[in-house]
Each structure stands twice: as structure tokens, then as C-alpha cells.
């Protein structure tokens, strides 16, 4: 078994362009498991599958896992039923689907595989025996430009039921590849193929680079015997582990019993801010601690330069909070809509941290509805606010909202982003149960917004997300 640093070498002395070749498999290659599970398990749960389907696919999985059959009819029982629904309809499913599971299943490493070849100039694609909608969303949210995969034949928006050719799998996958590389003019010479079956070994022996990436053990075996590059990476962790979830829970109670002290030492000194700041100060160093999280800053500094600001931070996981909350530490508040003040679970932290209270729905006067924490800026408490407005299933951040850049104009004060890596990795987006591990933190300088006009807004938002995009494609510290 070779390591991942043997892999990111060979990228490295690959030939540089367009030329080279990038060809990843889905399932059990760039995820852990498998998106056909996932599609299966969610129509049983909402009663979508007949039984004669039901009984149909058990047996054709049990040919293709125990008596080495084709996945072709599989595939072909899982599109007929699929016949007459809406392309629209499958489109917005594998979106819902790869935010609530396959997003989560997502290698961490393999984005900075990705971004390696990506780097080279390589041309990076997806060869998958999967159809475009259980591929499409991960291949976007990885930024794979092109997918070969088994497509459903689609009539006037709606699907026939059947394929559109033979399902890419074997031997049709490695001719599929061969194909695509004699269309863009790639030799297959020095192209790179990643795949852990032992099925994709026609596609892997047909490249010069093939990768046996997290093999199952009889392509271990045979990349052992042909002296390929073999890899495991980490899986990503998203169990609820007995220990981690002791953990955090102890966290949370740390945090509880500082938020109380905070609240004692503000009625004792009648001095709201001095209680945040309290809780500030020690309660995100005590949570992390607890939870066996460490938090490296670059450019701390930048967090200080000027206060009060609005500082943005990419939003993944519920750990975001508190490790902002790290680098910020006092004189700051958030931002909530107004229904949140009669929310008993949130009225005390609320209060706590005088948190500003917004009213959303007033669209038509939106400008006086972010009144309240414009105030608090001026009144000298820095604003911390999620640009993306709710947190993203991957580390790929979503659309950019207009609100907290309204807010930075109003009260002429800078932006300050605060670019998290790796705290989905630790705590994902849907997960209450944080494991141990390092986030890293780049704080970048602060932005102006004195001249800033509301005519150029989207033009800066575009800059202050590229921004954000260019640190995270980089990773730590290299800002």
C-alpha cells in the first residue's frame, strides 16, 4: 500500500496540461459507499418502490455480488422505474439527496486530489457506472467539469424508462474512456484512472497512471501483482462514537455553566457586554478543549486591525460558531430574524450577547430592517454573520447573501473574512456529535467598504467570495 504523499508525487511529475487525463469512478472511489443505496434506501422510506421492483432488484444485486453478473440489468430494473417521472423531478431529488446523505460521503481527501490535478492543468472527469443524477451534484460540488455515466433516455422532459446505451460499467466504461480521450486528443498513455472494484480493472489497465484507490481487497491484490499505485484515504468521520459523543455533550455543558457565570458576573456588575465578553473569551477555548479540537490561526491579527467589523465566515458545520468565536472573542454579536426573540431555546443566549433582531419579511424596506444591527455597530460591537446564510452539505460554499455586505455599507466599517477549513470533516452539517481533530483558520485582511455604492454590490460580493474560494482551493495558512 502506498501513501497518499506517493500519489500526490506521481500528479506532480505527470505532464503538465490538458492532455493528461484525470478519470475518477464514484462509488466507492470518491465516496465511501455507494449513491444507489442511498436512492434505494429514500423511495423505500417514502413507499416509492413496488414489491415486484423491490423483488426484482434483491435478485439482480444478489447475481451481480455473489455470481460476478453484469450490473447492466440492475441498472436497467432501477431505470424502468424511474419511467414517466419528470427530469425537473430527478434533478431536485439528487440535489435533496446530496444534501441530507452522498455530500457527507465525500472523501476529504479527494478534493485535494482534485485540486492537484487541477493545479497540473489536467483534465479531470468522472467514469461512472451511475446515472447523472445519483453523479452530477458530487461531480459539481468537486468541480469536475465532465461526467461519462449510464444516462436515462429522456423524452420531452420526461424519462422513457430505459438507457440511452449500455450502462458504463467493465468493459463499456473502459471504451467509454477510450472514446472520450481520442476525442479531445489525450493520449491514454499518460492518462490517470481511480477506481477501488476489481470491475474497472479494463478501464485501470487501459491508462498509463492507474490508481487502486480505497481497493476492495481483490484489486488490492491485483495492483499489488501489476505494481500499481494502491492508496487508502481516511474516511470522513461522521459517526455518533460513544467517546465523541460524551465529549460533546460535556462541551456543551462547559459552555452552559461559562454562559451562566457570564450572566452572574453581568448582573452582579450590571454590565451586559462584560458578561459576553466573559463567555467569549473562555467559552470557546473550554468546548474545543473538551472536545479535543485544536484551532490554528493564521492571521490573527487581521481580527483586531480594526474593530467594529463584520466579519463572514464560510459556514459548514455548527462547529463554525465556536471557532469563530475563537478568533473573535469580545465586543461582537450575530445577527437572528425577529421571531427568534420569542424562542425560549434561544431567548437567553439572545439576551446574553444582545444579539441584533432583524425583520426579514420586510423586503420592501429592508434597509430599515437591518437598523437594529447597524446600531450595534456604530455602538462599537463587531457583527459575525454567515455570507452563505445556512451551512453547506461539503466545504463548497453556497450563494453569497446580500445582508451582511448591507450592513458593513450602512455603518461604514470593514469586512473581515474568516476562512474555515476542515471543521465539516470534524462536525457535519447535519451531525450534534464533534470529533477530535485540527481546524485550521485563515484570517484575511480587512476589507474596505468606504466607497463601496450599492450599484457595485454584486461585483464586490463576487470579490469577497472569490476571495474565500481562492483560500480554501489553497488550504491553510498559504493566504
Not at 479531470?124 to 444516462?151: N, P
Not at 463572514?312 to 421571531?339: C, P, W
Request: proline share 5%; charged share 25%.
Amino acid at each position: 500500500m502506498n501513501r497518499l504523499e506517493d500519489l500526490y508525487a506521481a500528479i506532480a511529475a505527470a505532464p503538465a496540461g490538458p492532455r493528461t487525463l484525470a478519470a475518477f469512478d464514484l462509488d466507492g472511489t470518491l465516496i465511501t459507499g455507494y449513491t444507489a443505496s442511498v436512492v434505494y434506501r429514500d423511495r423505500l422510506r417514502r413507499f416509492d418502490i413496488s414489491i415486484a421492483e423491490l423483488l426484482r432488484t434483491t435478485g439482480a444485486a444478489f447475481d451481480t455480488q455473489f455470481r460476478g453478473a453484469d450490473v447492466g440489468r440492475l441498472m436497467e430494473i432501477a431505470v424502468r422505474g424511474l419511467a414517466g417521472r419528470s427530469e425537473d423531478e430527478l434533478h431536485e431529488w439528487s440535489q435533496r439527496l446530496f444534501r441530507q446523505e452522498v455530500g457527507s460521503m465525500i472523501y476529504p481527501a479527494v478534493r485535494g486530489l482534485v485540486a492537484a490535478h487541477r493545479r497540473a492543468g489536467h483534465r479531470v472527469l468522472m467514469a461512472t457506472s451511475a446515472t447523472t443524477y445519483q453523479a452530477q451534484c458530487v461531480a459539481d460540488d468537486l468541480g469536475i467539469d465532465e461526467v461519462l455515466c449510464s444516462r436515462p433516455e429522456v423524452i420531452d422532459g420526461i424519462l422513457t424508462g430505459a438507457l440511452t446505451g449500455p450502462a458504463l460499467w467493465g468493459s463499456e466504461k473502459a471504451k467509454a474512456l477510450r472514446e472520450f480521450a481520442d476525442e479531445v486528443e489525450a493520449p491514454l498513455s499518460e492518462a490517470f484512472a481511480y477506481s477501488n472494484g476489481v470491475e474497472d480493472v479494463p478501464m485501470l489497465d487501459s491508462v498509463g497512471r492507474p490508481v487502486a484507490l480505497n481497493p476492495e481487497r481483490r484489486l488490492a491484490d491485483i495492483a499489488r501483482a501489476e505494481g500499481w499505485l494502491s492508496v487508502n484515504l481516511p474516511k470522513p468521520e461522521r459517526g455518533a462514537t460513544p467517546i465523541a459523543t460524551a465529549r460533546t455533550g460535556f462541551a456543551l455543558g462547559a459552555l452552559t455553566t461559562t454562559a451562566l457565570a457570564g450572566v452572574g458576573a453581568g448582573l452582579l456588575g450590571r454590565n451586559r457586554r462584560l458578561a459576553a465578553n466573559l463567555v467569549g473569551t473562555f467559552g470557546p477555548d473550554l468546548a474545543l478543549a473538551i472536545c479535543g479540537i485544536d484551532v490554528k490561526i493564521t492571521g490573527e491579527d487581521n481580527a483586531w486591525k480594526h474593530r467594529p467589523a463584520v466579519f463572514m465566515f464560510n459556514h459548514q458545520s455548527s462547529l463554525d460558531m465556536v471557532v469563530a468565536g475563537k478568533v473573535i472573542r469580545r465586543d461582537v454579536t450575530g445577527v437572528a430574524k425577529k421571531e427568534a426573540a420569542l424562542d425560549p431555546r434561544f431567548a437567553v443566549v439572545g439576551t446574553l450577547l444582545d444579539v441584533a433582531y432583524v425583520d426579514r419579511a420586510d423586503s420592501a424596506q429592508a434597509r430599515a430592517a437591518l437598523r437594529p444591527a447597524v446600531d450595534k455597530l456604530k455602538g462599537g460591537t463587531s457583527i459575525l454573520i454567515a455570507p452563505e446564510g445556512t451551512r453547506s452539505p461539503t466545504p463548497r460554499m453556497g450563494r453569497f447573501k446580500k445582508g451582511g455586505f448591507h450592513l458593513a455599507m450602512q455603518a461604514k466599517v470593514p469586512i473581515v473574512p474568516i476562512v474555515i477549513h476542515d471543521a465539516g470533516d470534524l462536525m457535519w452539517r447535519n451531525s450534534f456529535v464533534a470529533h477530535p481533530g485540527t481546524v485550521h483558520v485563515d484570517v484575511l485582511e480587512p476589507i474596505d467598504t468606504k466607497g463601496w455604492k450599492v450599484k457595485n454590490l454584486d461585483k464586490h460580493i463576487a470579490e469577497v467570495r472569490a476571495a474565500f474560494e481562492d483560500v480554501l482551493a489553497a488550504g491553510p495558512g498559504k493566504a
